[in-house]
């Protein structure tokens, strides 16, 4: 029966997709001597947020994902980044394939927020695996569950996932709001003759700024 180990080598900017995109290279391996026919692979993609150092700014940065950080004992916690799905192509011994990963940019997912308050250093990765590995035993095709038992860990540069998304969301940020809360900002902004989002926005925090003096 065959035996998977996985292993992260490499990270990328995933090259002309329609969304935001990684490509991690995830080399398979079969510890015992079966030729494999294919693999269907299922991983979750973890962020292990304690095995790093964060500075002061990035803190600050993090305190709507885990609170005060005099409370980060407790609260720093390992968060879900994503889950994919990939078909291994045929192989003997190992192989390396492309593990695309979709990201986004909305500030409403706390990955996305814990990717955008990191300044520099590294990203603790977590994959864990499961899925079905199909092979040929005695002439006869065979199917063999994997297991979460089955890991991997790699140190995701943060400087890739910003030059990602300055890719695609060049000196921009991406929020979503209703459409209730729409309506009124964009109203504020015809009333207020304003020509673009950026001087709307601007003008409400001049508008704070000067209630919270008083």
Known sequence: MPDLNFMVEDAEVLEYAAVPSLVFKLRVENLEEEAIRSVSLNTQVRISASQRHYEAAEQARLLEVFGEPHRWGQT???LLWT???????????????????TCTY?????AAKYFYALEDGEVPLEFLFTGTVFYTEEGRLQA?????????????????????MDR????SAWIQLHKDAFDQLYDYKVRMGLPTWEATVEALLRASEKEVER
Request: charged content about 25%.
């Open 144 to 164: 063999s569950r994997i297991s979460w038992e089955k890991e991997a860990e790699y140190r995701m540069p943060v400087w890739l996932w910003k030059e990602m």
């Open 76 to 78: 720093l916690r390992s």
């Open 83 to 101: 889950h994919t799905n990939l078909q291994v192509p045929p192989f003997s011994g190992s192989v390396v394939v492309d593990m695309p990963v």
């Open 168 to 171: 695609y969301f060049p000196n």
């Open 106 to 110: 909305d500030l409403e997912v706390v």
